[in-house]
């Protein structure tokens, strides 16, 4: 009787992975969004993606070169669930650049995006409520061509690689992704968000929805669209789309109308129920044209003042007068090889410039006080006795009270813009809503964090 052959091997998550994707009917969506070629061995397209995922989720890496050997060592727990054999060679870099390829076909795609959304909302139950939309870049050492995907933008990471910009859409409250779209590395945040929702749209087929975005959101165009297909928004607007003198003016009027802040109130998760915000708010009548059709649409504008924030911008101004201030009073320390001023001009100049690099013109006010000092000079060589008259500029600074207080008049204040009944949506809620960005903003986390290691994208592809 021959002895049994014990093997052992890492199972990890892996059978949850397996398990949650044939839950949704991933693998057979897959399947049927991009059919394998006749010739195609091994696991079908849909098998192979998820033997792929559990490799990025417990190993932490995207690269496909990686996955043969992995495979090797774990070939037991996917033939058991897959009920069929399981080479390596199903797994080698070129197969997996040949699914990557089918799936850089958009129409495919977005028809496999929009039936696993429904597949998924349908299995768990979810509700379609607030979604939110927010840009992230991604950085890479490949290489940089006219029409490729990597090129050099703006960026929070690393500015000396070339990027891709990733949009990406959330539903609350678990911050799960509805949808993604890769574009080059420097393209405008603005003109993203019409196709993210129209792809939402398309893979909810349902209205009323209501979207959060930062404030490239913003942009009425934007606004206007989500309006007109009957959903709504909730976005602050930025400078352009609401300067601080229409916030000044709003809240002189609200001041004179005698009204009474409304309050807002945040609970956090020990317990504990903070006042945190402040405001009021005004409802207008937007129109604007579209293809020949003028859209209205009735929007209330949200004036909210946060009190942190209010803390913050107070504390940054503050430190921009100090350093401003310590800068100035060093120009009147004399001592070899620092500069000597020797007009008014070129002191008038030197203050300019460090109450503009501190951004405190008119806070900071600046007096120049002039005085002439007469050195009488013995006989020296071939020079006769003389006298030299020599210019001392002494620099003082003050703040100017009344320029420090209208500053310090809008801080923490924001407009944020939304299409939402006030019945529906609370002035509360509003505010609340926008402070839990950070749903997506952890998503951005975990794509580009340890749990999925996107960041740096490894890539020798010139077309990428």
């Not at 192979?48 to 496909?64: E, G, P």
């Not at 945040?189 to 019409?194: G, N, W």
């Not at 002035?427 to 950070?438: A, G, M, P, T």
Request: charged share 25%.
């Amino acid at each position: 009787m021959n002895a049994p052959v014990i093997s052992i091997e890492r199972v990890d998550s892996i059978p949850v992975i397996l398990y949650t994707l044939q839950k949704t009917g991933f693998m057979d969506l897959l399947n049927e969004a991009f059919p394998a070629h006749k010739n195609w061995d091994g696991l079908p397209i849909g098998e192979t993606v998820a033997v792929w995922i559990c490799y990025l989720l417990t190993q932490h890496d995207h690269r496909m070169c990686k996955v043969e050997g992995w495979i090797r060592s774990r070939g037991q727990i996917f033939r058991v669930f897959f009920k069929k054999p399981i080479f390596k060679k199903y797994f080698t870099d070129d197969r997996l650049a040949k699914v990557l390829d089918k799936f850089s076909v958009s129409e495919d795609w977005n028809t496999f995006e929009n039936r696993f959304n429904e597949s998924f909302i349908r299995v768990y139950g979810i509700e379609l409520d607030c979604i939110r939309i927010d840009m992230t870049t991604a950085n890479s050492g490949g290489i940089v061509t006219d029409k490729g995907i990597l090129q050099f933008g703006n960026t929070k990471d690393d500015p000396d690689r070339p990027q891709v910009k990733i949009a990406l859409a959330t539903l609350d409250p678990l911050g799960i992704p509805l949808t993604v779209k890769v574009v080059p590395g420097n393209s405008a945040d603005d003109p993203l968000y019409v196709p993210i929702i129209k792809r939402i749209f398309a893979s909810t087929a349902k209205k009323g929805l209501l979207f959060l975005g930062d404030c490239k959101m913003g942009a009425i165009l934007t606004r206007c669209f989500v309006a007109m297909n009957g959903s709504y928004y909730v976005c602050p607007l930025s400078e352009v789309s609401h300067s601080s003198e229409a916030i000044s003016k709003a809240k002189q009027s609200f001041s004179e109308s005698n009204g009474l802040f409304t309050p807002v109130f945040r609970e956090y998760e020990n317990g504990e129920i903070k006042y945190i915000a402040e405001g009021f708010e005004e409802t207008i009548n937007r129109s604007i044209q579209v293809d020949e059709k003028i859209i209205s649409w009735s929007e209330r504008l949200v004036y909210a003042k946060s009190f942190v924030h209010e803390k913050k911008e107070l504390a940054k101004l503050d430190s921009k007068i100090e350093k401003a201030r310590q800068e100035l009073l060093r120009m009147n320390v004399r001592k070899q090889g620092k500069k000597v001023f020797h007009n008014l001009t070129e002191v008038k100049e030197k203050v300019d410039a460090i109450l503009k690099k501190n951004d405190v013109q008119g806070v900071l006010s600046v007096s120049i006080e002039e005085t002439s000092i007469t050195e009488p000079k013995g006989k020296y060589g071939n020079k006769p006795d003389r006298t030299i008259v020599s210019t001392l500029f002494h620099v003082t600074a003050h703040v100017e009270e009344f320029a420090y207080l209208k500053a310090k008049e809008l801080f923490g204040w924001r407009v944020y813009a939304t299409n939402k009944s006030a019945e529906d949506l609370s002035f509360e809620n509003v505010v609340l809503s926008y402070r839990d960005q950070f749903i997506i903003e952890h998503e951005f986390h975990r794509l580009k964090g340890v749990c999925l290691s996107l960041t740096p994208i490894y890539s020798q592809e010139p077309n990428v």
